[in-house]
């Protein structure tokens, strides 16, 4: 799912379950593009799928854009789920955020292993963004209640002012059926008929008044698909973002679907919200701590050079007669000077964990992507995601 707006973008994807990744940067006024912080707009994308387990499933992610390698970025992770259930990836949610708007988060909340919010500092108003994972068709009434009543909980403490987004795999099937009852709620771009867990997920967004966004407008099937079965035959919209309807005549419609071609190895789409909103801008931090490049005292002769340096610029600051806060001062100055001077100032190194083999086959991979609705491509498929996450972790256990 993707918001689109003035000032910014947020950038979300599927790991363990439901994890998703945050980024933002900037870029000029009116230029669009998926690696850049959008003057008018604010975005954020999500991915959902069971089956997305690794870091590794994040290369792809949109043809011809940076975002393809969101695994390089430095990030760190928010993660929510239950003791033992990783091995199984089964559940889980959490946010995967780029530090360049580490510091507009204000908060955030682990519920669940199906619930997690975060709190973005924007402009005119916060944003609360709550990722979901409802159980499944196969989990009983008195445990889907108890996920509504938690994700219920989340809602009230969110400040009223706040722009709330609840997205995510809600398992519930909304139809055309629903809209002469609930077209206040949702719209025709939707499944043919509404299950049972659908009419509890409208009954949630009315008693909330919110709108399932990606229902909006009249898009082709393709378009409105959030899920593919295994064997590429059957297709079901399953996957919504709620947004509160104060802010519905700010959701560019037409933008507002699923893309089908992000390439994330999994069984869920790409869906894409477009909002009229904006991140406020973050000014970086004065006088920020510097880093030096210490390893470097481990070599004797570069401790030696050290301390001969530092003591010649020392010595002179024995004769002088000054009061106590302008000796700090120098000795301050001197200090930083001679480490940047011999030391040099510490370079964060990214570990290599996507080489180029493994971008080739994730390229690979894209293109067997259009072949996903046959049971044949769809087998293809998932043999050759499965190699892209055994190679990563590879090379991930080479470099450990």
Avoid at 76 to 88: A, H, N, V
Avoid at 284 to 303: C, G, Q, T, V
Avoid at 378 to 398: D, G, H, I, Q, S
């Amino acid at each position: 799912m993707q918001v689109n707006g003035q000032g910014g973008r947020v950038h979300q994807a599927e790991l363990n379950g439901h994890m998703s990744v945050i980024r933002a940067s900037q870029s000029r006024a009116g230029y669009r593009s998926w690696s850049g912080l959008e003057r008018d707009g604010l975005r954020q994308v999500v991915f959902a799928s069971d089956t997305l387990h690794d870091e590794e499933q994040h290369t792809g992610i949109h043809p011809g854009s940076d975002v393809a390698r969101v695994n390089k970025v430095r990030a760190f992770r928010l993660t929510s789920g239950r003791s033992g259930e990783q091995d199984k990836h089964i559940n889980g949610v959490g946010f995967l955020v780029n530090k360049t708007i580490q510091k507009a988060i204000l908060g955030c909340h682990q519920v669940s292993s199906r619930l997690i919010s975060i709190r973005l500092r924007a402009k005119p108003f916060n944003i609360t963004v709550v990722q979901v994972y409802a159980p499944t068709s196969d989990y009983d009434e008195e445990v889907i209640e108890e996920f509504y009543n938690q994700l219920q909980l989340i809602i009230v403490k969110v400040n009223k002012k706040d722009i709330l987004i609840i997205q995510g795999d809600w398992n519930a099937k909304v139809g055309v059926d629903a809209l002469n009852d609930w077209s206040e709620y949702c719209g025709p771009s939707s499944n043919s008929s509404t299950n049972e867990r659908g009419f509890r997920l409208l009954e949630f967004a009315s008693y909330n008044n919110m709108t399932l966004a990606n229902t909006l407008g009249t898009h082709k099937e393709s378009r409105r698909w959030t899920w593919h079965a295994p064997n590429g035959l059957h297709h079901n919209q399953i996957d919504y973002i709620l947004v509160q309807n104060r802010f519905r005549s700010s959701i560019n419609i037409p933008k507002t679907r699923t893309f089908p071609g992000a390439d994330i190895g999994s069984d869920h789409d790409l869906v894409i919200l477009n909002l009229k909103i904006r991140l406020k801008k973050i000014k970086p931090a004065k006088n920020m701590r510097l880093k030096f490049n210490i390893e470097k005292l481990k070599d004797p002769s570069i401790r030696e050079t050290f301390q001969v340096t530092i003591g010649g610029k020392f010595a002179p600051l024995l004769a002088l007669e000054e009061d106590t806060e302008t000796m700090t001062t120098r000795f301050n100055a001197i200090m930083t000077e001679t480490v940047n001077e011999v030391l040099g100032k510490h370079r964060h190194k990214n570990k290599p964990w996507v080489t180029d083999d493994i971008l080739e086959l994730c390229d690979l991979r894209r293109e067997l992507k259009k072949t996903k609705n046959t049971e044949r491509g769809a087998r293809e498929y998932r043999e050759l995601n499965k190699t892209v996450r055994n190679e990563m972790r590879r090379v991930k256990e080479e470099l450990d």
